[in-house]
């Protein structure tokens, strides 16, 4: 009887090998590294996201970054002192807990400090966010983006960075500052599936009564972080902290 074409056998050896040899081709890399760099740093990433890691890889270019492999990262420096690859790195080791990573750079702390000092991005909050403020909405026609932020945020946190380029096809003039964005009426009932008692008015999105969106010190569910993002609130900072860094032997707190 000849065999059916669904009842295949599908070896993984050839996976698990590939794994494996990814994984050790990472380990003499990191090592690499090691030999290449004068200072090895650990960092950690608040809100991490991708694509501003990517940014920050691109704006220091000289440097080489490691996230999210801590294990591999551990055993490429040595976890104890019979195994370090340096001489004191596997202090380095023991850093490496949580959402860290590494980087290796010969560019002075100094400069790797200010650097990230300096850096910090919002994007929006996702659900389990806990929340830096509370915002209450007003009852009327509904806004976003910029106007949004000027109505219902406080002005210290009204930074560049916490709104978006207003969408050319959906902007209306409002007076002489400029415009208001708002939402069109085919997202009314979105809106209202998401919990805003919202209605149409005249063909625009209009809010029934008074409504808190979220509320400071408490964690966002889904259902607000869909809303802030349709809002264009950005609210998460994604923010990279230094916490030490190796060099010559010395370890250096942050």
């Given at each position: ?95 490496l807990v949580g959402e860290v990573g590494l980087f290796f750079t010969s560019e002075s702390p100094e400069s790797i400090t200010e650097y990230f000092d300096e850096l910090r991005e919002y994007d929006y909050a996702r659900s389990g966010f806990l929340c830096p403020h509370t915002i209450s909405i007003k009852q009327g026609e509904l806004v976003k983006g ?109």
């Amino acid at each position: 009887m000849p065999r059916s074409k669904r009842q295949k056998i599908v070896s993984l050896t050839k996976t698990e090998a590939k794994g494996k040899e990814h994984k050790e081709k990472l380990i003499d890399t990191i090592k690499e590294c090691c030999d290449k760099y004068e200072y090895i740093w650990v960092y950690s990433v608040k809100n991490m996201r991708n694509a501003y890691l990517k940014n920050v890889r691109n704006k220091l270019k000289t440097s080489r970054f490691f996230y999210g492999r801590n294990k591999v990262m551990v055993k490429a420096l040595g976890s104890e002192k019979e195994s370090e690859y340096k001489q004191n790195i596997s202090s380095l080791s023991k850093k490496l807990v949580g959402e860290v990573g590494l980087f290796f750079t010969s560019e002075s702390p100094e400069s790797i400090t200010e650097y990230f000092d300096e850096l910090r991005e919002y994007d929006y909050a996702r659900s389990g966010f806990l929340c830096p403020h509370t915002i209450s909405i007003k009852q009327g026609e509904l806004v976003k983006g910029t106007e949004f932020l000027k109505r219902y945020l406080d002005t210290e946190h009204n930074t560049d960075e916490m709104t978006i380029d207003a969408d050319e096809n959906s902007k209306e003039e409002n007076g002489e500052n400029g415009y208001v964005e708002r939402f069109p009426p085919n997202m009314e009932s979105q809106l209202r599936d998401l919990g805003l008692p919202t209605e149409l008015v005249k063909g625009k999105v209009h809010l029934t009564n008074d409504f808190q969106l979220c509320t400071k010190g408490q964690t966002l569910t889904p259902q607000q972080a869909q809303l802030l993002k349709l809002f264009d609130v950005k609210l998460a900072p994604f923010k990279v902290d230094l916490v030490c860094y190796w060099n010559n032997g010395n370890i250096v707190e942050m």
